[in-house]
């Protein structure tokens, strides 16, 4: 089965704060993604990686960073966190195959800013 | 660009009654349509997809869906619910094919299907 694993269920962070969300996979896809998931807004992509190194900006990139150095790992940073990322963020990857078409999913970190 | 409407934010019914979610789609170009399911503090699960073909999808947990283009519509279904089917629900396009941005899912704002006793 397709694991894909963040790093923590739950964290609480201060306002400024630089917070790191690490997601790995075990199933050498090439395509990572990372939403947030707000109530009433359903999953907003904040950014994407479809190789190692590559990444696009997704529908809400401000205030986020990525970082993909290895195939199998990709990083969600706040650069300086602050309360109204309060949130649930979830990782993802994929396969580079049109008719694979799935995206599987960790099990979410629920992240607030104090 | 794509976009994806789900028409109620909260389904309530009882056990074993029919449930229906509506999800409805934008997009200039054809598309690839997902439900996703995620029980509470869980992350999202495939529940079923259409690519191409026969316009009526079965899934696991026995939900259905049926593309219809003309209505750019792809509503879930199931004949009859159970306690453990509560849950939210979340339908979801992207573009065919491959490529680069080809693979991002746009999510609609999610259902929640509660079932009660």
């Known amino acids: 089965d397709v694991k894909v694993t963040q790093s923590s269920r739950y964290l609480v962070k201060r306002t400024g704060e630089k917070v790191f969300l690490e997601c790995v996979q075990d199933?050498?896809?090439?395509?990572m993604f990372w939403y947030r998931q707000d109530p009433g807004l359903g999953l907003r992509l904040i950014y994407f990686?479809?190789?190692?190194?590559?990444?696009e900006k997704g529908d809400i990139p401000e205030g986020y960073s990525v970082s993909r150095e290895k195939k199998e790992r990709f990083s969600l940073i706040l650069e300086s966190a602050s309360t109204n990322q309060t949130s649930m963020y979830l990782c993802?990857?994929?396969?580079?195959?049109?008719?694979?078409?799935?995206?599987?999913f960790g099990q979410g970190t629920r992240l607030t800013v104090v | 660009a794509q976009s994806v409407t789900q028409l109620d934010s909260q389904v309530p019914v009882f056990e074993e009654a029919p449930v229906e979610l509506r999800c409805n789609y934008s997009?200039?170009?054809?598309?690839?349509l997902f439900w996703y399911v995620q029980y509470p503090n869980q992350g999202l699960q495939l529940l079923l997809k259409?690519?191409?073909?026969?316009?009526l999808v079965k899934g696991i947990n026995g939900f259905e869906a049926e593309f219809n283009k003309s209505q750019t519509s792809f509503h879930l279904r199931k004949p009859s619910v159970h306690i453990s089917d509560t849950a939210e629900y979340f339908c979801?396009?992207?573009?065919?094919?491959?490529?680069?941005?080809?693979?991002?899912?746009?999510f609609g704002k999610g259902t929640l299907l509660t079932v009660n006793p």
């Open positions: 993802a990857s994929s396969l580079t195959d049109g008719l694979n078409t799935e995206a599987f």
């Open positions: 199933m050498d896809h090439e395509n």
């Open positions: 990686s479809y190789d190692v190194k590559m990444k």
């Open positions: 997009s200039s170009v054809s598309v690839y």
């Open positions: 259409y690519l191409s073909g026969s316009t």
């Open positions: 979801a396009v992207r573009p065919p094919g491959g490529g680069g941005s080809n693979y991002k899912l746009t």
